[in-house]
């Protein structure tokens, strides 16, 4: 762990009116963190997007950097991993997503770019109908292989889906709204203990961060941008959860809603966006891995190529299917161009012809997988 780096990183998004994608703009132009802090006020004014009052901001960096290196001693003291957008190890499916954060703070035993996510949200006032919906889904979801349940470790369906993950043995990750120095809910402490073996917490926040409502909104988008796919089990008309499906249908992700009774308060915001098409109606775990595309996996299949079936495929495109049968299961296009080297406006188009040689499968979630002779 580069801790000097670090200290840099952490400072850039500690600076007011300095968020995300200016920060991430601010290093690319001046190419380095440290750069950043060691830039003339004039030079800053100069970058797209900062101008004189922001350039004057971060030349008066002195009490970021302070509260970088206290945060830095808590992550140490703690054993907290942290994440950098630039890094390999960032997942890859947060990394595509617009507004993802510089950094993640992660206490996880939980590979982030490892297996399929799926993130089950919904109300808070959860109903015994939306309990025993999420509860069924979750254990019927047991039979995915390399899965993670993802949530928000509040009350109601948040809560329901942590332990029913737990229950049926499934990793799964909370993605708090604070720093890791505490856990909100205080009653929820002892399932987030129990999260850390196998999944674990997540979040962009500093120690001594309040869980503050405005916290939990943003939030939202990285439970939305860490998945494969959201699941609303129960939601009012409006809610986290409603704003969490939002940002899953922004970054392209699949959103499945279950349907509730007309007048029931607690369904009508899964109705709505079932109605308005911003979610595929779901009754089960069944109806979600079908439409996933993941019902292939739950089938053992014989791992035999016929390499006289290959014999007109490109270099490229040889090079393509062998990455991803390296992954039975699937590959994001994301993680592909990375494994294959290939850059990605070309290898869409490659993919796209690969298709029509019935050689890979595009499944929801741009994500592909070989298709493999008997």
């Known amino acids: 762990m580069d801790l000097e780096k670090l200290k840099f990183r952490i400072g850039i998004t500690l600076i007011n009116g300095i968020g995300n994608n200016l ?68 997942p890859f499916r947060l990394k595509e997503c617009p507004d993802a954060p510089l950094l993640l703070f ?41 899965l993670a349940i993802v949530s ?34 205080p009653t929820h402490r002892s399932i987030a203990v129990r999260m850390l073996e196998k999944g674990g917490l997540v979040t962009e926040y500093l120690s001594k961060t309040n869980p503050d409502r405005p916290n939990f909104v943003q939030r939202n988008r990285i439970i939305a941008g860490l998945s494969d796919a959201v699941v609303v089990v129960e939601s009012g008309i409006k809610g986290g959860a409603l704003i969490t499906a939002g940002l899953a249908n922004d970054y392209n992700r699949d959103v499945f809603a279950f349907p509730g009774r007309i007048h029931d308060e607690w369904s009508k915001g899964c109705n709505n966006l079932i109605q308005h098409n911003r979610a595929a109606l779901i009754h089960s775990a069944d109806d979600f891995i079908q439409l996933m595309g993941w019902d292939d996996a739950l089938t053992p299949k014989k791992n035999i190529v016929q390499t006289e079936l290959f014999t007109t495929l490109s270099d490229e495109e040889m090079q393509i299917f062998t990455v991803i049968r390296k992954h039975p299961e699937s590959i994001h296009v994301n993680e592909l161009s990375i494994l294959s080297a290939i850059p990605y406006s070309k290898l869409t188009a490659l993919l796209l012809q690969m298709e029509f040689k019935g050689l890979v499968k595009c499944l929801p979630g741009n994500v592909y997988k070989a298709v493999l002779p008997d």
Request: with cysteine; charged share 20%.
């Open 23 to 90: 920060a991430k703009n601010l290093i690319a132009y001046l190419g380095s963190e440290e750069a950043v802090f060691k830039e003339t006020q004039k030079g800053l004014s100069k970058v797209p997007g900062i101008g004189s009052s922001l350039a004057k901001e971060i030349v008066n960096h002195k009490e970021a950097l302070l509260r970088a290196e206290k945060e830095i001693e808590f992550i140490m003291k703690n054993n907290i991993q942290y994440l950098y957008y630039a890094d390999k190890n960032y």
């Open 106 to 146: 992660t206490k996880t035993a939980r590979n982030l770019n490892d297996g399929k996510f799926v993130s089950v949200v919904g109300t808070r006032r959860a109903t015994a109908y939306g309990k025993e919906i999420c509860n069924q889904f979750i254990h019927a979801l047991a039979v995915v292989p390399n």
């Open 152 to 185: 928000g470790l509040a009350y109601g369906i948040d809560i329901c889906a942590h332990k029913a993950a737990l229950n049926n043995h499934i990793p799964t990750l909370g993605v708090i709204a604070h720093g890791l120095d505490i856990i909100y809910p």
